[in-house]
């Protein structure tokens, strides 16, 4: 009961604000769908409480599909795991819809914001709530819907239109393979249901299946798809390129959808699906291998961009990549850790660029910025708290889980897990640089804007303060709180992830030698130093270094090229592609012959079949008799012969 | 054997009912008549349907063994009612606007429904006879009903004419099977049938009986509307008034369809091989011509007779699967193609210029601006009788076809997919009238509040069906499990 | 011997007549033709011992639906002859369709056969222990085909409702008794004394006051328009 509570009150508030929006007002909209989103985060919060150790349980809903034997129903599975999503999710998406009342007062269309931010919240729920592969997929393609609405927001402009059109685009192919991985848990498991699932994976383990002539790990294979499909969402390196275009949705959107929540997804399944994963060391190696590549790269964009929200937005794709080689290793709890401080610290950052932004009249260009800090003091500190969360400055929640995540790489014998130790804490002097960066171009030196905007720059009202400051208290507290989630003996989460047997990376990673223990902690001093020296000390150093290493840094700066890589491989190439097919296949042969011809012959037989309707009761008599005739003899002669 | 009428009592409910209505209507006031006469008949048949959900669902005969009830029947009689109810209620305000509200419109509507009823309850062909005339004579009047209007007096005497034909080669064929077996019980028959088929090859079955079946299934088809019984049905759904229309294409169809399934797979359940061939004809052949001759059609009510033609052949494909899984199928087709098609026709009556009802689909244009509400309505309806996921009607398909690949007749599902392509162009046809071409004159903005209530309700209910499909589908499953056994 | 004959003569006699019937140029000796028709059906129902169905057919469909077509035939002006060109123009198709059903049908009687169990599941028209046919019939009309026989009914009653439904109209000229009109009306029930023993033409005839005449109605003039 509480569970179906928690996940439906928003579907309500989105039913309500959307629906009647017209009828009670943004004022109503936005009491309705707030209040309906603290129960939920209350529920939540006594959920988490006390789901935590607990087995899994399944709260039956609906009975939906029954087609032989697929079977699904609609039905809620809480666990711990499920139980720490919930409450992240409700708890983050609780006080963005807060913020967003303060930040999005002056939108024409408040009800229809408040609406989708309630959905998402509904689906998210239903994701992280699901009992089988096909619930997830419903979440996983409702989140993609809310998100795709909540980018394209303001759809008067046409770059919030492109951004929108391209993160639904990128995300098909990544369900492309998610959908032939739930299709191949069915084709193998014979059903979509998660404990029929995890009971039957260890007795798949090193079968065989044969693709395409040859034979591959059945578990590879399956891990291998819904791997794809977490990548798209998760935004991992080859499907990322979506992730920082969003950021043309509003900055509440980017905060709930593209940094604490959505993305979080793949990580999510792959935790989910740990019994699977767990028996398929190929595809863990793969994801190691991703998630490292994908947590250097974001970070090395990172440092070289100047949008306040593209910089956020490239640290919360190397950041996931944390979270998926911590899954990779076999740490999934690591990365369920990391996860979750950082759904707080991301928040955070994200709604304090906003309150930034908020202040800045709308500028978002780091360059036009610098020197407020006095101006916008709880912003500021606000800002500072996020920081220190991310870059892990000891204490802080960041501290902790990126600790956590690089012992477990070192301590771990997956074939990639050295690989992304060193890419890890190189990874991390970046983020330290880049937000080191972040807050000095922002917040300190000369004031770049013009004079107009620094006379309006101002303080944030409480409405949008106050979540800032619950969200710090998470950033600064979280990490302590949730120790439990890294007990070797995994008892917080009573079977929900899974271990293998020969897996003890859990408890292998509170045995590191000391000097991999504090390379996060230098990594971290040496990037804010540096970043000190670059921005404070010697601003004119940056400049200087640009150009010492012009390729790299317009590799860096033009994000590896991968936008113009996809545009000229695939969006020209299937554009030629489809030109040549469109002129030569479809209009030179299939029309003139298919179509067209059809479309004639169909019209054709569509007039005689009307022609047939005389309207004389005796032709329709007489039709009748005929009728019967044929029908007995077609009897008479093909049935009897 | 005891004289026990608690099977019956939904049917004796409503006989009582329809009979008290009858004084009720004739003593009321002329003026109210029709409006107390409705009301009370949308409760009787409710409170029917609640009697058949409480009922006991387990076979049980009555009246000299001509009556059983069942689940399956109990699916079906719970369908019709409800169909019918919304028919008696969708017509309330297209009668008065005409000036022909009367009370009998209910009341035939009510005898009609009671003669559907024991139509799906029948168990000898007798029943079956007497409970198909029952239903028929007052939709042969409720055609006509508009009496001064020469286009509704021609489709009343049309159905009246071909039906009298269609119930003579059904009597006919009765006559056969009756000389053969000697009986008209369906129980013995399917004994003697059985035990026919244990003892002689198939091709040595009696050729009576099996050609008395023929004719019992054109019968059966003329009340379908499957082709080539069809020829009546655009006349009459064009000329006849709009929910009149309406309940034709529903409660008739599914009763027909109904009764059909239950001739054919108890009496007859042995001989599959003998009529799955011509059941598979009259599919194809339904199929075809509901997917060609509809794309001619001007006239929105024409097009629905003909994509009910359409309909009936993929609900058919079901019926030739001979299987409990095609029952199955057929019956969560009907379910569905009876929301649907109320709710297309709740539409229809929605669109008036200038007090008048419109009926040409190029009257359409413009629908989504100004009525936004009943164009996606329509929309929604349009795509769920094309078979488009997710609505109800692609699960309808889904499952027929499903259920022929596994009979065997891969062919005949492929065949059904095909078809079904080419019906979805008449369907989107009238989307991109209602979206894309520009408005002549306005509609009017008064509407009728049960119109718009039934209108929205089975809308929503086509469009998430996804959501919750378990109780129709193990409603549907028990009910064919009752019939199959 | 006998009984076969007779069997032979009034079925030929019968499908010559339903021949005719289709056939006859004039409607009248189309109706004649049935009725005729209907005799040799009876004839039969009397040889197989149904002698009470015989008699309903005759006083039934000769008595009454056959004189009943009469009247219609003869006083609606149906102009047969141009309804007989659409009969002659589908003539020959109708007749290959007809062929290949009867010969089919031949087919079918010539490979007929009984179910084992038909003869005894069969009702049979004649009881062993002398009751009478109406009888026998009556006891089964009343128990095992009640249901029928009950919607059989039904069916008579819907058809009554069917035919007021589309024939019976309210013409507004038409006087009819309106009897809360009638009761209601002012001063229409009064007591009188009558005086013992005189006739009509010292008391007259009472009539009730006639309603006041309605007033012309008060054009208004003030608008001042045109006169």
Known sequence: MLHTVLVFAPLVGAIVAGLFGRAIGDRGAQIVTCGLMVLSALLATVGLFANVGEPARTVPLLEWIYVGSFQADWALRVDPLSSVMMFVVSFCSCWIHIYSVGYMAHDKSIPRFMAYLSLFTFFMLMLVTSDNLLQLFFGWEGVGLASYLLIGFWYTRPSACAAAIKAFIVNRVGDFGFVLGIAGVFLVFDTIQYDTIFRGAAGMANSTIVLFGTSWDTLDVLAFLLFIGAMGKSAQLGLHTWLPDAMEGPTPVSALIHAATMVTAGVFLVARMSPLFEYAPDALAFVTFIGASTALFAATIGLTQFDIKRVIAYSTCSQLGYMFFACGVGAYAAGIFHLYTHAFFKALLFLGAGSVIHAMSDEQDMRRMGGIWRLVPVTYAMMWIGTLALIGFPGFAGFFSKDAVLEAAWASHNAFAHYAFWLGVTAAVLTAFYSGRLIWMTFHGEPRADHETMHHVHESPPVMTIPLGVLAVGAIFAGWLGLGMLDAEGQFWAGSIFTGPDNHVMHDMHEVPFWVKAAPFVAMALGLGLSYVFYILAPDLPARVASAFRPLHSLFYNKWYFDELYDLVFVRGAKALGVAFWRGGDQGVIDRFGPDGVALSTLAAARRAVRIQTGYVYHYAFAMLIGVAALVTWYLVFVRG | MGFDLTPVLPELFLLVAGLVLLVVGVLTREGEAARVVATLSVLALVIGSIIIAASDKSPQLALGGHYVADGFSAFLKILLFVGAALAILLAQGFLHDRRIARFEYSLLVLFSTLGMSMMVSANSFLALYMGLELSALPLYVLAAFDRDNLRSTEAGLKYFVLGALASGMLLYGCSLVYGFAGTLSFDVLADAFGAATAERPPALLPLGAVVGLVFIIAGLAFKLAAVPFHMWTPDVYEGSPTPVTAFLATASKVAAAGLAVRVLMHPFGEWTAQWQQVVVLISIASMLLGAFAAIGQANIKRLMAYSGIGHIGYALVGVAAGSERGVYAVLVYLAIYLVMTLGTFGCILLMRRQGQYVEQISDLAGLSRQRPMAAAALGVFMFSQAGIPPLAGFFGKLLVFLAAVEAGLTWLAVLGVLSSCVAAFYYLRIVKVMYFDEAAEPFDTAVHPAVTGITAITALATLFFIVWPGPLLRAAGAAAAALVR | ?227
């Open chain 3, 1 to 227: 011997m006998i009984a076969g004959l007779a069997f032979y003569l009034f079925a030929g006699i019968l499908i010559a007549s339903a021949v005719m019937v289709v056939t006859s140029r004039n409607p009248v000796h189309g109706v004649l033709f049935l009725i005729l028709a209907f005799f040799n059906a009876a004839a039969l129902f009397l040889i197989a011992g149904a002698e009470f169905l015989a008699m309903i057919l005759v006083i039934v469909y000769v008595g009454a639906v056959a004189v009943l077509f009469l009247f219609v035939v003869m006083m609606l002006d149906i102009d047969f002859a141009r309804l007989r060109e659409g009969f002659r123009r589908n003539a020959p198709l109708g007749l290959v369709i007809g062929g290949i059903l009867l010969i089919e049908l031949l087919l079918v009687a010539a490979a007929w056969r009984f179910a084992p169990e038909a003869a005894a599941l069969r009702l049979q028209p004649v009881q062993p222990d002398g009751v009478t046919n109406t009888e026998a019939l009556g006891r089964v009309l009343y128990t095992d085909y009640v249901y029928a026989f009950q919607i059989a009914g039904l069916i008579l009653l819907v058809a009554m409702i069917g035919a007021i439904v589309l024939t019976l109209r309210d013409r507004p000229t038409a006087k009819r008794q309106d009897v809360a009109a009638q009761i209601a009306r002012s001063g229409s029930v009064v007591t009188r004394r009558v005086p013992i023993g005189a006739g009509l033409a010292e008391t007259g005839i009472a009539r009730p006051p006639l309603p006041e005449a309605p007033k012309p109605k008060q054009v208004e003039h003030q608008g001042g328009g045109h006169h």
